[in-house]
Nanobody
Framework: QVQLVESGGGLVQAGGSLRLSCTAS????????MGWYRQAPGKQRELVAS???????NYADSVKGRFTISKDNAKNTVVLQMNSLKPEDTAVYYC?????????????????WGQGTQVTVSS
């Protein structure tokens, strides 16, 4: 069983920085896509940033130039470095892993979620 364990998050003033980390555990051969989503109160969950094994990245327009996502394929870890934080970045941030194989010949497991970590940015 694949599980995602998140760390980081917390309270920071506007303009500050936070670093979120997420590590996948369990029997894993490969994870093609890892990323971060967020959900603010009363809003739908939205993609923040994602990255693939090959190094492709995708960012929400609202975080481009401020957030950086990186993935360590050997450690099955994804890190989101968040700089120049704004109050509107306040949300619960969820780690996501997609296109997971537990062996090289197994079928793909999609969309595993972490438990979420709170990020609060004060003005």
């Amino acid at each position: 069983q694949v599980q995602l364990v998140e760390s980081g998050g917390g309270l920071v003033q506007a303009g500050g920085s936070l670093r979120l980390s997420c590590t996948a555990s369990g029997r894993i051969f490969s994870i093609n896509v890892m990323g971060w989503y967020r959900q603010a109160p009363g809003k739908q969950r939205e993609l923040v940033a994602s990255t693939t094994t090959g190094g492709s990245t995708n960012y929400a327009d609202s975080v481009k130039g401020r957030f950086t996502i990186s993935k360590d394929n050997a450690k099955n870890t994804v890190v989101l470095q968040m700089n120049s934080l704004k109050p509107e970045d306040t949300a619960v941030y969820y780690c996501n892993a997609d296109q997971i194989r537990v062996t090289w010949y197994s079928s793909v497991i999609n969309n595993i979620w972490g438990q979420g970590t709170q990020v609060t940015v004060s003005s």
